[in-house]
């Protein structure tokens, strides 16, 4: 499942290369895929907590692709430009319970020491963790560095998490970046993950 596509579905393209895994994509901003194969099925529509003609919820999408195919241990990977907080508050535990990975871009973080951002933020965060667990995060280094007093905070941040059903053991000794990180954007400089984060 891959909602927020833009320009690009080079991940799902390689998803199916490598693994044989078929993707699921939706953005309502786009009329059709920028690269359309026979194993991606789009839906013209946005993420949201509604059903309508613009948008769907996750619940609802997950549901009905449930009734064709077997969606047990799924990927989600998600990229919804500041939607992702209503999306997860509103996301049933039963339907994140489908996915092993879940990647997400999470946004405006620089806002996360503001009252109003940080009562949405932190319980979609306590909900996403009480099924998975982080297992990687990649500053995106378009955005710049803030600090708040001892804690630096690269207003996005791509999040791996997988389920915690699905871990054996968990290293306490932990390295950033990884080899396999790259660049958002290839004309700058990486940003490294500040340590506050791990």
């Known amino acids: 499942f891959s909602p927020g596509v833009g320009a690009y579905s ?109 009562k949405f933020y932190k319980p979609a965060f306590e909900k996403l963790l009480l099924t998975h667990k982080v297992i990687h995060i990649h500053p995106n280094n378009n955005r710049d560095v803030k600090r708040v007093g001892e804690i630096s905070i690269v207003d996005t941040m791509e999040f791996t998490f997988i389920r915690q059903d699905l871990i054996n053991k968990s290293e306490s000794k932990l390295n950033f970046p990884h080899k396999l990180d790259l660049p958002n954007n290839s004309k700058k400089k990486d940003v490294v993950l500040p340590k506050s984060w791990y």
Do not use: C
Request: glycine share 0%; charged share 30%.
């Open 10 to 118: 080079d991940f799902e393209i390689d998803l199916f290369k490598k693994f044989k895994i078929p993707s699921r994509l939706a953005d309502n901003s786009i009329d059709s895929l920028p690269n359309p194969k026979e194993f991606l099925f789009f839906t013209k529509k946005h993420l949201g907590v509604v059903n309508n003609d613009n948008y769907m919820t996750l619940n609802y999408w997950v549901k009905s692709v449930a009734s064709e195919t077997n969606i047990e241990n799924s990927i989600l990977q998600m990229d919804i430009d500041y939607s992702e907080y209503e999306v997860i508050l509103d996301t049933q535990i039963e339907t994140f319970e489908k996915f092993s990975i879940m990647l997400i871009e999470f946004h405006r973080l620089h806002d996360l020491f503001l009252k109003k951002s940080f």
